[in-house]
């Protein structure tokens, strides 16, 4: 098994780079990844900007902040890394608005954000791909599902109040191996120590229950062979999980979380389903692997929200 995780030292030494080392124009990079893409390519990114920056309206915004404010990190730095290294290839002085963060509600105005709710009233949340050296984390060459271990893993943080109600019903449950990894907060009796993704992968089944946002782990469990047992998300990044379906991408369980041994005992009787869920976030994970086309997607959602805020 293998991990596409990001060194954290050459990402940080790359990230201040940015800052002092000029880049070309807009114009000149879109031009040279349109090179690199073909049709297929850019049609499906064109359907991904579209869901990523909803806000169609032209009209003036109030702007608190400049493309150069991304140049003096605040922490978190990530956020500020993240958004430069796109913001970089328009007019520093162009203004912008950004909330960064574990953002849960709609910005008043325009705003680039990491996180937005799934509603259809999210316009005013335009999403960038940002701290993703801790969210975009993928998995290679993980074993066989059917060679796995058939109960549902899990090592969360347990500090808000719906997986408090989880660990309560179901840390004792002969289906689950689930730990609380703080030792403030949560239930003492729950605390387990943190264990590597590698063996949270002998396990069928991985638990995946929003934190403060959206769930950390959510992008290597749907890239591996296990599968992410959870809610219908409300939340969403990059990561789309707007559009996950439950059944086919991952294993829905109900909000209360009172079909869960129903739900594992079904999958576990079932694997030709379990298989199919299996390929289907596969698929949803491979869009996010090709690089140029992230950054093709990064780069004409800052444009469409320079465009739209007559920031351009």
């Not at 060194?7 to 030494?13: G, S, W």
Request: charged content about 25%.
């Amino acid at each position: 098994m293998k991990l596409n995780k990001q060194n954290k030292i050459f990402y940080y030494f790359r990230s201040f780079s940015r800052i002092y080392i000029p880049s070309t124009s807009f114009n000149s990079k879109i031009k040279h990844l349109k090179s690199k893409l073909n049709s297929q390519n850019i049609a499906a990114a064109e359907t991904r900007i579209a869901y990523y920056n909803k806000h169609e309206s032209i009209a003036s915004t109030s702007h608190k902040y400049t493309i150069k404010d991304l140049k003096d990190p605040k922490t978190p730095k990530a956020y500020y890394f993240d958004s430069y290294e796109y913001a970089r290839y328009f007019n520093p002085n162009t203004p912008l608005n950004f909330v960064f963060g574990d953002v849960t509600e709609v910005p008043e105005v325009p705003s680039i954000v990491k996180s937005r709710p799934i509603s259809e009233n999210n316009q005013n949340s335009i999403l960038l791909n940002l701290d993703k050296a801790r969210h975009f984390v993928f998995v290679q060459n993980d074993k066989n599902f059917l060679e796995k271990k058939p109960s549902l893993f899990g090592r969360a943080a347990v500090y808000q109040e719906h997986r408090y109600l989880f660990f309560d019903l179901y840390f004792d449950h002969p289906l689950c191996n689930i730990g609380q990894v703080n030792k403030t907060g949560g239930n003492p009796k729950w605390l387990k120590p943190k264990i590597s993704i590698e063996k949270h992968l002998e396990y069928k089944f991985i638990l995946s229950l929003q934190g403060n946002d959206v769930a950390t782990n959510l992008k290597w469990i749907m890239s591996s062979n296990s599968i992410a047992v959870m809610p219908k998300p409300t939340l969403e990044t990059w990561f789309m999980e707007g559009k996950l379906i439950g059944g086919k991408h991952f294993i829905e369980i109900k909000s209360d979380y009172s079909d869960l041994e129903e739900q594992l005992n079904f999958y576990n009787e079932n694997p030709d389903e379990c298989l199919m869920i299996i390929e289907n976030a596969h698929a949803h994970c491979r869009q996010f692997f090709n690089k140029d086309v992230e950054d093709y997607c990064s780069l004409r959602v800052l444009e469409k929200y320079f465009y739209n805020t007559k920031s351009m």
